[in-house]
């Protein structure tokens, strides 16, 4: 319900936007605040979404919803010897790279508190996939955040309903109205969440392809643009990779699955290959943007799987889980190979998304149980050659019938024969200069 109090009201604020009269910092404040309290109710909340979906926001509206929306929570502050970075992933396949740069970031000299999200739709999670460890606790209370982010140099955690409760609600209601598209929207969404947990850096990982959420090149690159620009105007040094999703990121999804990568990737057990390189490039960048560097010694030397190993425990798992992974990461009772002849042309990456969540190993609704065990292995490349042994991926799957539903899909994602190959895994860089 509207407060009495008519300065409270949310319409003429919703009315400028929808004539283009733009977005003002008062305007934004009233309806951030309107959302986390609940007075901006669900029909007001979805004009608002409309209004800006269809009239767009210039770049000081983006920068006022977002501080609006941040500031409609508590604001973390540290006190730490050393900056404090973060990292976002607009979301792929076999995208593990938060597993690998917080502790690597952390090695170097940076403090990394990582609120991260569960996975929704055909991409996966960072949550979803650190709870495939037995006892790993994403859920923790502030104070002892602070903690372990303190003693570790970094932690990855689910975000409170304290943080940034204004996005929380228009997120729900940008799926109900349509508006989920929009680019301002989406980028004090994405940003909100961020610079409430009170970073000095951001980097952002913008996916584009055929497994991302923005299959089409200027619209990813829009949206770093937009990013970056919104960041910057709300005070926090930023840079955006924009990187290819043409193909699953690692050659594993799903989620005990990946985790077994990326600490095959921390411990050397995997040589080259475009996780660790991408994990590497996003771990420099965020590193310079505060006067840092080292990524690549602390990988090779062993310190960043020491400090993930450091992670792991004070967040709840095993203190062995890097030294013996198969004991503690469940293991899916039936494994099939996916046959195949011929060159890898190009990859339906969402299909193989998709794939994985029918396998059980995601969610289509916020609610639902994940399968940790679940997923693709060993999945081909393009420009890689299918046969003779060599299967384009192998299902881990529950029961026959999933694996062999799975393996059909899978089939069909991949097309064989003669293409261009694989395109560059780092497509463009977007900074504030540009």
Request: net charge negative; glycine share 12%; charged share 20%.
């Amino acid at each position: 319900m509207t407060p009495a109090d008519p300065r409270l009201d949310p319409r003429p604020v919703i009315a400028a936007v929808r004539d283009g009269r733009g977005l003002d910092g008062a305007g934004a404040a009233l309806i951030a605040r309107g959302l986390a309290e609940g007075w901006v109710s669900d029909a007001q909340a979805g004009a608002f979404a409309m209004a800006v979906l269809m009239r767009g926001l210039d770049a000081a509206g983006r920068v006022a919803l977002t501080l609006a929306m941040r500031d409609s929570g508590d604001v973390l502050r540290w006190d730490l010897p050393g900056p404090v970075v973060d990292k976002h992933s607009t979301g792929g396949i076999g995208d593990t790279v938060s597993l690998i740069l917080a502790p690597l970031a952390a090695c170097c000299g940076a403090y990394v508190p990582m609120i991260s999200g569960r996975g929704l739709g055909h991409t996966g999670g960072t949550l979803d996939k650190l709870e495939a460890i037995p006892g790993f606790r994403t859920a923790l209370a502030e104070d002892e955040f602070r903690r372990v982010v303190a003693g570790t140099g970094c932690a990855i955690v689910a975000a409170g309903p304290e943080l940034a409760p204004a996005d929380a609600r228009l997120y729900a209601i940008r799926d109900e109205s349509a508006t989920v598209g929009s680019l301002d929207l989406i980028t004090a969404s994405i940003l909100s969440k961020k610079l409430a947990a009170g970073l000095d850096a951001l980097v952002l990982d913008v996916k584009q392809g055929s497994g991302a959420f923005l299959r089409n090149p200027q619209a990813a690159l829009d949206l770093a643009r937009a990013l970056v620009s919104t960041a910057q105007g709300a005070g926090c040094r930023v840079r955006a990779l924009v990187t290819d999703m043409d193909q699953p990121l690692a050659r594993a999804a799903g989620n005990a699955l990946e985790l077994r990568e990326a600490i095959a990737v921390l411990t050397g057990a995997q040589g080259q290959g475009a996780l660790r390189e991408l994990s590497l490039s996003l771990s420099a960048a965020c590193l310079d943007l505060v006067g840092l560097s080292g990524a690549g010694a602390a990988l090779q030397g062993g310190a960043a799987a020491e400090r993930f190993a450091r992670m792991v425990v004070a967040q709840g798992g095993p203190a062995d889980l890097l030294d013996r992974p198969d004991r503690h990461l469940p293991a899916a009772p039936v494994i099939r190979p996916v046959p195949g002849h011929g060159r890898v042309a190009a990859i339906d990456t969402e299909a193989l998304g998709h794939a994985v969540v029918a396998l059980g190993g995601g969610r289509l609704h916020a609610g639902d149980r994940i399968d940790p065990r679940v997923g693709l292995a060993d999945l081909l490349r393009i420009g890689e050659e299918a046969g003779a042994g060599r299967p384009l991926a192998f299902v881990h799957a529950a029961s026959e019938a999933a694996a062999e539903a799975a393996v059909a899909t899978v089939q069909a994602a991949y097309l064989l024969g003669d293409g261009p190959g694989p395109g560059p895994l780092i497509r463009c860089e977007v900074s504030p200069d540009d």
